[in-house]
T-cell receptor, first 114, second 113 residues
Framework: DTEVTQTPKHLVMGMTNKKSLKCEQH?????MYWYKQKAKKPPELMFV???????INESVPSRFSPECPNSSLLNLHLHALQPEDSALYLC?????????????FGSGTRLTVV | QQQVKQSPQSLIVQKGGISIINCAYE??????FPWYQQFPGKGPALLIA?????SEKKEGRFTISFNKSAKQFSLHIMDSQPGDSATYFC????????????FGKGTKLSVKP
């Protein structure tokens, strides 16, 4: 299995809703990432988990809350989002063996905040 | 500060032609330089990558040329096909086993039949 699976593929939520994005990989990767991508822009890093511990938080607002329940799963909990948070949210994973650094991205969740 | 500068922003190439996308970086601590291909509505997919101790890497129709002294690297797509039409991102990563990928701004490639 060489995939990163993200669900749901599309999500529409109101500004008062609480929702969660899910990400799963079975490649044995011990680093997992959340990226945000706006239209016609490159992906921007939000969070990095390394061995299930949060290692990087790129000053993301607290309305985004990441969680890594185990080495295969990564969640992003959303609460009280703003319309400007509408974007493609990408999950990625990578190995930490110091030999290869390939990042595998999922297809993303297209989030629309109304 | 834009750490990885990518050009051109958009590129139109005839089928069978060569597509060339260039990137430049400043930070010599970068030790891994991948190229990603992204189709609309999809996540980026790793196309090819190079380490700074190698000057060129070829995989099928895709070649990375790396100039360490000039701090530049480029992607060449030979015999470009309409199916290659996508957005291409160069990226760089700091040394060490974990870190952020720093992306260029992307190049939208259109290959005309």
């Amino acid at each position: 299995d060489t995939e990163v699976t993200q669900t749901p593929k599309h999500l529409v939520m109101g500004m008062t809703n609480k929702k969660s994005l899910k990400c799963e990989q079975h490649m044995g990767h011990r680093a997992m990432y959340w990226y945000k991508q706006k239209a016609k822009k490159p992906p921007e890093l939000m969070f990095v988990y390394s061995y299930e511990k949060l290692s990087i938080n790129e000053s993301v607002p607290s309305r985004f809350s990441p969680e890594c329940p185990n080495s295969s799963l990564l969640n992003l909990h959303l609460h009280a989002l703003q319309p400007e948070d509408s974007a493609l949210y990408l999950c990625a994973s990578s190995r930490r063996d110091g030999v290869t650094y390939g990042y595998t991205f999922g297809s993303g969740t297209r989030l629309t905040v109304v | 500060q834009q750490q990885v500068k990518q050009s051109p922003q958009s590129l139109i190439v005839q089928k069978g032609g060569i597509s060339i996308i260039n990137c430049a970086y400043e930070n010599t601590a970068f030790d891994y330089f991948p190229w990603y291909q992204q189709f609309p509505g999809k996540g980026p997919a790793l196309l090819i990558a190079i380490r700074p101790d190698v000057s060129e890497k070829k995989e099928g129709r895709f070649t990375i040329s790396f100039n360490k002294s000039a701090k530049q690297f480029s992607l060449h797509i030979m015999d470009s096909q309409p199916g290659d039409s996508a957005t291409y991102f160069c990226a760089a990563k700091y040394g060490g086993s974990q870190g952020n990928l720093i992306f260029g701004k992307g190049t939208k490639l259109s290959v005309k039949p």
